[in-house]
């Protein structure tokens, strides 16, 4: 049974950060690619950013310069540090792992960027 535990989530301030993790369960981890998405309400799931099997990192443009997305594939885990973050960054983030047709997701885990 494959799992996607993502945590991390959290209430915090305009500015702050938080870091996001994922650990996965049930898959042979390394040649998936990892990527984290978020879906706001009433908008539609968007891709934040991804991580290839190779390291190749790709980016929404909304976040570039803020967030960093990297894996450690000796604990099956991806990660998502969020800075500077913006109240429009709220939103339920969701992790996913992708290899050819086959496609997993976490169940998300809810960030606030509120005062």
């Known amino acids: 049974q494959v799992q996607l535990v993502a945590s991390g989530g959290g209430l915090v301030q305009p500015g702050g950060s938080l870091r996001l993790s994922c650990p996965a369960s049930?898959?042979?981890?390394?040649?998936?690619?990892m990527g984290w998405f978020r879906q706001a309400p009433g908008k539609q799931r968007e891709l934040v950013a991804v991580i290839s099997s190779y390291g190749t990192l790709n980016y929404a443009d909304s976040v570039k310069g803020r967030f960093t997305i990297s894996r450690d594939n000796a604990k099956n885990t991806v990660y998502l540090q969020m800075n500077r973050l913006k109240p429009e960054d709220t939103a339920v983030y969701y992790c996913?792992?992708?290899?050819?047709?086959?496609?997993?997701w976490g169940q998300g885990t809810q960030v606030t960027v509120s005062s």
């Open positions: 049930g898959i042979i981890f390394r040649p998936y690619a």
């Open positions: 996913s792992a992708r290899l050819g047709s086959q496609d997993y």
